[in-house]
């Protein structure tokens, strides 16, 4: 069965750093491109960052450029969200998501995403 979990969710001040690891299992990651979601309550979801099945693509939303970096590990099946300068407006739970697209390519639509966690709670607050 496949599966992605997400973690590295916490409380962290404004200015501060977490990584998020989104690890996949019942299937091999390698033929997916990743993305990140998230939503804050009384929103919608936001794409926030993808990276290709090649590894060699990434694309970040605007809010989050110069702060988000993803990355990925094949040999662990894991993706990495290391997000830093946190604000207060980064506070969302973060979903990874699988889209099964071989190639230097991501998507930033949810609609083309095949598998998802069930997320892991962001806060950014003093």
């Known amino acids: 069965q496949a599966q992605l979990v997400e973690s590295g969710g916490d409380l962290v001040q404004p200015g501060g750093s977490l990584r998020l690891s989104c690890t996949a299992s019942g299937f091999s990651s390698d033929y997916y491109a990743i993305g990140w979601f998230r939503q804050a309550p009384g929103k919608e979801r936001e794409w926030v960052s993808c990276?290709?099945?090649?590894?060699?693509?990434?694309n970040n939303a605007d809010s989050v450029k110069g702060r988000f970096a993803i990355s990925r590990d094949k040999a662990k099946n894991t993706i990495y969200l290391q997000m830093n300068s946190l604000k207060p407006e980064d506070t969302a739970i973060y979903y990874c998501?699988?889209?099964?697209?071989?190639?230097?390519?991501?998507?930033?639509?949810?609609?083309?995403?095949?598998?998802w966690g069930q997320g892991t709670q962001v806060t950014v607050s003093l």
């Open positions: 990276i290709s099945s090649s590894g060699g693509f990434t």
């Open positions: 998501a699988a889209d099964a697209v071989w190639g230097h390519y991501c998507s930033d639509d949810a609609g083309t995403y095949d598998y």
